[in-house]
């Protein structure tokens, strides 16, 4: 059975400039073009799904899936090649195109000013370990209200500071590739610090803007009852969750990481001490947030030891086990409800979007063409309804945006992973759209949420006219 959807819940999808646009030529090189030459992985953003020239056939597809809301990152590069300077007015112009074609067809534009695409250049000066990376940052920012704050009103500031900064710059895994904890927990603060500063200048330059962040947390429950796993989950939380969040929201850095990592000697949170923390830099960061963006995909069972390794129990790679999608992510939408009462018991945000939850599977066209990925409409819609119950618990949840509108390079993954609700195939840039962005079409048009099995009956009704 179906149920509604209530008014003013939005929904959407989402996807950010690395991943999809392309024409790689026509901005400066980031961090992510780097690291993937260095290790010689397969895929890379040269091309990636060609949006950049494919811009007015990916409107078209968000108005035919009568989409409510958009989410897209701006490639600091495009706009600003070398992260500082003047403009390229090219960049400029293609988010101008990008976001009057939003509202022409009557889709909300989000805007995330940093998905991990470090100009290179600045990495060449220290990056994100530099404290002018703050500044730059905030300029950049500024750029952007003055081009589109009359049109744009919800800013994201960054994506995931979690995984920039750890694994950017502790794990090695990602661009830019470091591996110091110190350095991750530097990278860390700077990253939040850009955050507050670039909120000031956007509210200076658009005051109707509404600011927020997209957190990535990864909800953990000990494996047992037993005390060091019970002790280890407390940890990890702090490592992914708290360290992040505590300070948006006023708190400071959490006291038993700060004693933890402070006799570790790799962060020192006095101001002003030997660490990277400046007098006034915790209320800098914790300026007031009109939404909390929340990134969410599974949760964790912690045991003793592994408290800061969240690697999944079962490996990546197609045909996973039963109720795991192919990223080795176990399915929870209950774990995403929890969180989400948690969220609200601790922090008391004024508002929540889900600004990515969606799933890997590389179900591909059919005979007759048609993408039949019924496991991502069971994800999509146990994970709404985990929301929506959060909602009517007292969430104050505003919109789910689906990840992704795409098939997209997927980082390291390349295009091997597949979370698009429109398949891409990346040699012709041909488009299809899989059974998932019908549902989603549905939900959107009739203001529910199908059931997966009414939902593909229908779907089947229509595609062979019966």
């Known amino acids: 059975m179906s149920r509604p959807l209530p008014t003013g819940f939005v929904l959407g999808a ?25 290790r010689g992985l397969p895929d890379d953003g040269r091309h990636a799904c060609d949006h950049v020239d494919r811009v007015e056939q990916d409107l078209d597809l968000m108005a035919e899936l009568g989409l409510e809301a958009y989410r897209f990152s701006v490639a600091w590069a495009r706009v600003l090649p070398e992260g ?9 112009g293609f988010y101008d195109r990008l976001v009057d074609g939003l509202l022409e067809r009557g889709i909300t534009p989000w805007l995330t000013l940093y998905h991990w695409d470090l100009p290179q250049h600045l990495e060449d000066v220290g990056g994100w370990r ?5 500044g730059r940052f905030t300029d950049y920012a500024s750029l952007m209200a003055d081009t589109l704050g009359d049109r744009v009103v919800n800013w994201i500031t960054h994506n995931e500071p979690w995984v920039a900064s750890m694994l950017g710059h502790r794990d090695g895994v990602f661009a830019p590739g470091g591996t110091d904890m110190t350095e991750a927990l530097t990278v860390a603060h700077h990253l939040l610090v850009s955050h507050g500063a670039a909120a000031q200048a956007i509210r200076s330059r658009a005051p109707a803007a509404r600011i927020a962040i997209a957190v990535d947390c990864r909800p953990a429950v000990p494996a047992t009852d037993r005390e060091p796993d019970v002790e280890a989950t407390r940890h990890f939380d702090g490592f992914r969750n708290r ?3 505590d300070p948006l929201f006023g708190l400071g850095y959490p006291e038993d990481m700060v004693a933890t990592y402070s006799e570790q000697g790799r962060f020192d949170a006095r101001p002003d001490g030997d660490g990277p923390v400046l ?9 007031p ?4 963006g929340l990134n969410y995909y599974t949760g964790i069972r912690m045991r003793a030891g592994s408290e800061e390794d969240e690697t999944p129990e079962v490996l990546p790679g197609p045909n996973p086990p039963r109720g795991h999608t192919e990223m080795g992510w176990a399915i929870q ?12 018991r601790d922090y008391a945000p004024a508002s929540v979007m889900i600004t990515e939850n969606g799933a890997s599977f590389s179900d591909a066209p059919g005979p007759d063409g048609r993408v039949r990925d019924a496991r991502r409409i069971a994800y999509l819609h146990g994970h709404l309804a985990a929301a929506l119950d959060a909602r009517a618990a007292g969430v104050p949840i505003e919109g789910h945006l689906t990840w992704s509108l795409l098939d997209n390079l997927e980082w390291t993954q390349g295009f091997a992973q597949r979370f698009g609700i429109v398949w891409v195939d990346h040699a012709t840039q041909r488009r299809v759209v899989k059974d998932s962005g019908w549902w989603l079409r549905d939900a959107i048009a009739e203001r529910r949420l199908p059931e997966p099995l009414e939902a593909l009956e229908a779907l089947e009704a229509e595609r062979t006219g019966r």
């Open 279 to 287: 007098e006034g830099d915790l209320e800098l960061i914790a300026q």
């Open 14 to 38: 989402a996807t950010s400039a690395f991943q999809i646009e392309g024409a790689a030529d026509r901005r400066g090189e980031t961090i992510w073009d780097r690291f993937i030459a260095q």
């Open 130 to 134: 530099s404290r002018a990376t703050v």
């Open 333 to 344: 939408p209950d774990v995403l409800h929890d969180f989400l009462l948690r969220l609200m």
């Open 289 to 292: 947030l009109d939404v909390l």
């Open 243 to 245: 360290w992040f969040l």
């Open 84 to 92: 500082q300077g003047r403009p390229d007015p090219r960049g400029l």
